[in-house]
Each structure stands twice: as C-alpha cells, then as structure tokens.
C-alpha cells in the first residue's frame, strides 16, 4: 500500500514538473512570436528540405506536381474577431501559403505518442491548397455560388485570400465560426475575403451564413513548428 501511495505521488509530481515547464503564448509579446515563427520558417521551409505543392485547382484532378522549394516567405499576424493574436500567415515565393495556430505548448509527453505539443501548429505542410471564392445564395438553400472565368471554370488561386484581395497595411483577421473566415475590419464591419462581402459579429456570433476558407489545424507531431 505505501509502495503504492509513492508510486503515485512521484506521478504526481512528474506530471506537475513537466506541466510546469510547459511555456504559455502570453509568456511572449507579438513581436517575440513574429521572430520565433519566422526563425522556425526558415529553418523548416528555406535552409531545410521542405517543399511547397503547386496545386493549381482547389480539389485533386488525378495528376502528380512534383514539390517546389520555396526563394522566399512573409509572416504576417492574424486576429481573432476580439483583437487577440490567435494565428500567422505566411506567404511563400514563389506561391503557396499556410496559417501558423499559437497555443500554449501541451505536455511533452504526448509527443511520444505522436501528438502535437509545440505552441506553433502549422495548418499544412506543403502549403494550403489553392481556392476559388464563392458567395451563397441564401435564398436556395444556402447554395454556393462559385466564381468561374469566360470559360466556366472555377477561378483558383495560390496565393492567401489577404494576398488575392490585395491587402497590405490593414489588420488581418481569421474568425472561427463553424469554419474559418478570411477577414479584414472596414468602418465597423468585417469584410471576408472568401466572398469580398461585409458581414458582422453581433453578441459573438456572425449574423448570417458566411463563405468559409477550408482550413483545419491537425493534433498530429508531423505538424508542429
């Protein structure tokens, strides 16, 4: 029994001094995680061996691109809809982009099991596939409308939403509603870059269904920064 009760407090323990070690997302300044994620991009995406995926259509055609390796990359903040740093984007040269998620580093232990601990989570390794903006039609059943070029294809695009819409100086937003929206703040409102339409945040929620990016953060090691 008291070889038991031992047993457990050193658990205990363990458990807490790892826990302990664990490093908080306030413990940094925004400009302290600018250059952490940047300095772990460069590694990773320039000096290191990972490559970006030219997807040139937003769902898979049946053809193999062969990978490329990126010249260049931005990093650039990107807010929730209460002004708190939540994410980065980084825009790659010669195309592609991802998101970058900040959290608190999880236990370390869990790396063991192929978990993902880091407080940088990539949402993609080779970069986010290629989209096409759309608008719903409220008024059939939520149908989406998508964009299409003189041809009838869907338009896709490489590049971000914030780089596609052209947006430089303003604050970038991602807001998390059933679905992740691209977004810039104008006069009060929120214009998402998905369908360049405005839209608001009342109460804490959107007031109407909005086009969303098809963005996922995946709890796997592979995707820790």
Not at 106 to 126: C, D, H, N, P, R
Not at 201 to 225: H, M, R, W
Request: proline residues 4%; contains cysteine; aromatic residues 14%.
């Amino acid at each position: 029994m008291i070889k038991k009760i031992i047993c457990l407090g050193l658990t205990l323990v363990m458990i807490f001094s790892l826990s302990a070690c664990n490093k908080k997302a306030n413990d940094f300044s925004e400009e302290e995680h600018l250059q952490r994620v940047t300095e772990r991009i460069q590694a990773r995406y320039i000096h290191g061996d990972e490559r970006l995926r030219p997807y040139d259509k937003p769902n898979d055609d049946g053809k193999i691109y062969p990978k490329v390796k990126a010249t260049d990359f931005a990093v650039y903040p990107i807010y929730d809809e209460n002004d708190d740093l939540r994410y980065f984007l980084v825009e790659f040269d010669p195309f592609g982009y991802l998101y970058v998620r900040i959290r608190n580093e999880q236990l370390k232990g869990f790396s063991w099991l192929g978990a993902s601990t880091s407080m940088y989570m990539l949402s993609s390794i080779a970069g986010e596939p290629a989209w096409t903006p759309y608008t719903i039609d409220i008024a059939n059943s939520t149908d989406e409308i998508w964009e299409i070029d003189e041809n009838g294809e869907k338009i896709v695009y490489a590049q971000s939403p914030f780089s596609v819409r052209g947006i430089k100086d303003e604050k970038r937003y991602l807001l998390n509603f059933d679905g992740y929206i691209p977004a810039v703040k104008r006069e009060g409102k929120f214009i998402n870059l998905i369908s360049n339409s405005e839209f608001q945040v009342l109460d804490g929620q959107i007031t109407e269904k909005q086009p969303i990016a098809f963005i996922s953060f995946t709890n796997k090691k592979y995707f820790d920064l």
